[in-house]
């Protein structure tokens, strides 16, 4: 019998419950073993809940308790879900969290006591809610290296994204859309800033690399300038807009980058519509791959959370391999990575801009007072020092490679 | 040190020793372990290879050879390859093989020998080339109860429906490209009549399932009726026509088939082409995810095989979790499933048509001679009921639904 507790009894932790009731039977043939939710750690109570009379406010009570061997991380926040992880983790209890902010932040250490103490910080459900990602990435992907990762890794935007897309509508009237129905949250600053996509890339980049990739090295990059005539040019050119989070290992450096990003209509990102996500991989073995599915909400994310502890149950007194060390990469200045990028500036700049960039490709949509262009690949640096040169523009946008 | 035999230096075998030389530093991390290419079995000598050395003709040296704890069968086939692998097992010695036909046909027969000497018969490679589908399925879902799985399974078929769409070809004209560029074989009734597809289901419906389903038993249809008009129809209803191999748990039953079906553009496999191949999977905790990637080729099939000897590497003396049982599943008569189908019948039967099938939707695309339509939801002995009462069909294509 495995006693698992779960901290924090919201959306993710009670799907952690309501998935391991429907499924029991096959989770626990799975794990070769009875699972018991033994407690819920909340601050609140729970009356007339059939889960009421394991409800517990004070962490000491499963910490203490030899019997609990599989915590689920369920809270949400860097504090106290850290103080709780890593204690438990000290007490050789396994956890396994959708708690990204922590991972990002404290995943390395968190993993490296895993190790020490034979148990396991697992985190499946951290990235891509319930796309299996984290596990095929170093279970599967095994005999690769894998030198680019590309994702729509955040529900939120893509539902705006596909929302203005579809609907011509603009940014602020699909974000109020979207907080009505409660796709999107009041504060939406974690969301459409793209934050959230950050510390997803950089969780996904630390374990291509084995190594640290800070979230706060990533250039991130949000959605709020895009607006409905954007997607007029995109469609223009077969290309819609999505935020992509991706990094890339290339001769030049390690690059990482959350942003908006035209895309074409023969990618297969470019079909991820709505709050799905995906995460694109490239191998230099076996190409690109992809994996595809909801990226949030209750059930999926507690599916894979549940997961995780069917891995712990499985590897009593084993930690399972995951390599991300604690030693940091390097970052390459984005002002050195290169692209292509879509750009519309007002249609008295065209001669300096023709002057400035060169070889350039236009594209009409008939809006009078603009003139929109594609540019040639060239880097960061190169572009801005060429926009700055002209004064400005309205808006651009990358646009990726095929 | 891990000593690895591989049987077959063809395509695959010889991709599964240039995988292990190109990522070695990496793949030798993951598996915890030295590994060495100690034999590779083949009839043939390669004078001026640089593996020439390795090359036995007799298996009894692979066999005999304690050292030898894993086997890589690339040699395709049921015969030898059954009677090789069963020894391996026998022997103690893991087997990790990119053999559909006799993981289809044989599959828990080894599973089951493997248990019992603690070793692992492993088959990435067998599904999907280099998409990792068995391993998600095995270590990834565990959380989750698998009810449907729609694949495109096979590579040539896919490019040849692809380019028919495309270029408004017919289907003889693309297979002859197709056989000229080396994407279709001279003989090429096992992936054109969909039996490549058919293995490949049986053996994900199995994992679906933990039981075996038996390919024999999977309702088979091919592509090779599939013409250039049928895509006409297929555009203005802005659908494409796609090879599916699928297989549903029903309440009224468990149902399996590989045939071609219209797929709406909305769909994700609508923009799986050429000799891409995906697996899209339902489950019932997380709804719908997606594996896509390459389904063939030397190096991504390769570098699944390859994952399978890192498995095998990091689990000495332990076999990994499979649940395949040689216990059949009763496969329903396709008879009694439903769908909706598209329809082709000579214009003079109009009439007869609106009369046989009641409410039905008209395609019109201006072919004179023809009156074509979609049907209701109905049986498939229904459908076949009243096609037979109009005297037969041009074409009936079944429409995939959303």
New interface residues.
């Given amino acids: 019998m495995i006693h698992v507790a779960v901290l924090g009894y919201g959306t993710v932790g009670s799907g952690v419950v309501e998935?391991?009731e429907?499924?029991k039977k096959?989770?626990e043939?799975?794990?070769a073993a009875r699972l018991n939710i033994k407690y819920i750690l909340d601050l609140r109570d729970f009356p007339g809940d059939p889960y009421e009379s394991k409800v517990v406010h004070d962490y000491n009570v499963i910490l203490n308790d030899p019997e609990v061997t599989v915590i689920c991380e369920t809270m949400g926040g860097v504090h106290p879900a850290y103080e709780f992880s890593r204690q438990a983790l000290l007490a050789g209890k396994s956890v396994c969290t959708s708690n990204k902010e922590l991972v990002a932040s404290h995943g390395p250490e968190l993993i490296s006591i895993a190790r020490e103490k034979h148990c396991n910080y697992l985190f499946?459900a951290s990235v891509g809610?319930?796309?299996?990602i984290i596990?095929?990435l170093n279970?599967?992907?095994?005999?690769?290296?894998i030198d680019s990762i590309t994702g729509i890794l955040n529900g939120t935007t893509n539902y705006i994204l596909t929302k203005m897309d579809k609907e011509g509508a603009d940014f602020e009237e699909v974000l109020k859309e979207a907080q009505e129905k409660g796709y999107a949250e009041k504060n939406p600053e974690a969301d459409v800033e793209g934050y959230d996509a950050c510390r997803k890339i950089a969780i996904l980049s630390s374990l291509m690399c084995?190594k640290n990739v800070r979230y706060e090295e990533i250039y991130t990059e949000g959605i709020t300038k895009i607006s409905a005539a954007d997607f007029v040019y995109a469609k223009q050119m077969n290309k819609s807009i999505k935020l992509l989070a991706m990094s890339r290992d290339k001769k030049e450096g390690f690059f990482a980058m959350v942003a908006p990003f035209m895309i074409s209509r023969?990618h297969?990102l470019?079909?991820?519509?709505d709050v799905f996500n995906a995460v694109y991989v490239h191998?230099?073995?076996?190409?690109?791959?992809?994996?595809?599915?909801?990226g949030a909400?209750k059930?999926?994310t507690?599916?894979?959370?549940?997961?995780d502890?069917?891995?712990c149950a499985?590897h009593p007194g084993k930690t399972v391999?995951c390599?991300w060390e604690n030693e940091d990469v390097k970052v390459a200045d984005i002002e050195s990575d290169q692209g292509k990028f879509f750009v519309r500036v007002k249609s008295g700049q065209k001669e300096e801009a023709l002057a400035a960039f060169g070889s350039l490709a236009e594209i009409n949509v008939g809006i009078a007072e603009e003139f929109a262009f594609m540019t040639q690949v060239m880097t960061e640096k190169e572009f801005n020092d060429r926009i700055e040169k002209i004064g400005g523009c309205i808006n651009r946008i990358r646009i990726l490679s095929a």
Avoid at 284 to 291: A, H, K, P, V
Avoid at 302 to 307: F, G, H, I, L, N
């Fill in positions: 998935v391991i429907t499924n096959d989770i043939k799975r794990a499946e809610g319930g796309i299996p596990r095929p279970y599967s992907l095994t005999a690769e290296k084995s023969t297969p470019y079909s991820v519509n191998g230099n073995m076996l190409g690109d791959s992809m994996y595809y599915g909801r909400g059930l999926p507690a599916s894979a959370v549940v997961s502890v069917v891995d499985r391999m390599f």
